[in-house]
């Protein structure tokens, strides 16, 4: 049961343009979203979150905006530039338990042509 | 660098054989993520603890074990290993943020079975 679905195994956008990756979910119990990054050889690093009580948050070129009555949620990279180059991961999280329990899309690999 | 450090990077091994995967987690951090990442496959949460206790556990086969030391370090226990348990193992530990909570994730060890 994939509950975080990424539907774009891979995308390509121009160097200086707008990438948008992005992720719908299926359990309304998640409260808290994130973003990873991940290069070749490396494993994934944090790059921006969003509450549920928020719809955007943005933090320089990236932006991540949340649609909860869609359940969807995209990030915004502008402009892109061919280091941006990576798998994208969405990640959702509830409270389970009395602990956070973090779910894992399968990633987007994107890559910015210069 | 994420703090996190897992050892070793590489590891090559017989189907049937048994190995250990280690993981040192950030400074300060109580709690341990094991996750595995396969070919085409996001990363599929095996098993989390905190100060040394299981807390949660995800999609972990039963000849895979782990555990989490006094000195919090982690190690993840895989045996009778078949082809299919090739993959990026990747151990993460973990700030709680606000209402979410971040993964640090080690750069990973890639776990060929021939």
């Known amino acids: 049961d994939q509950q975080v679905k990424q539907n774009s195994p891979s995308l390509s956008v121009q160097e200086g343009r707008i990438s948008i990756l992005n992720c719908d979910y299926t359990?309304?119990?998640?409260?808290?979203f994130l973003w990873y990054k991940k290069y070749p050889a490396e494993g994934p690093t944090f790059l921006i979150s969003?509450?549920?009580?928020?719809d955007k948050n943005e933090d320089g070129r990236f932006t991540v905006f949340l649609n909860k009555s869609a359940k969807h949620l995209s990030l915004h990279i502008v402009p892109s530039q061919p280091g941006d180059s990576a798998v994208y991961f969405c990640a959702a999280s509830a409270n389970s338990g009395g602990y956070q329990k973090v779910t894992f899309g399968i990633g987007t690999k994107l890559q910015v042509i210069p | 660098d994420s703090g996190v450090t897992q050892t070793p990077k590489h590891l090559i091994t017989a189907t049937g054989q048994r190995v250990t995967l280690r993981c040192s987690p950030r400074s300060g951090d109580l709690s341990v993520y094991w996750y595995q990442q396969s070919l085409d496959q996001g990363l599929q949460f095996l098993i989390q603890y905190y100060n040394g206790e299981e807390r949660a556990k995800g999609n972990i086969l039963e000849r895979f074990s782990a555990q989490q030391f006094p000195d919090l370090h982690s190690e993840l226990n895989l045996s009778s290993l078949e082809l299919g348990d090739s993959a990026l193992y990747f151990c993460a530990s973990s700030v709680v943020e606000g209402r979410g909570e971040k993964l640090f994730f080690g750069s990973g060890t890639q776990l060929s079975v021939l």
């Open positions: 359990n309304s119990m998640f409260d808290y």
């Open positions: 969003i509450s549920s009580i928020k």
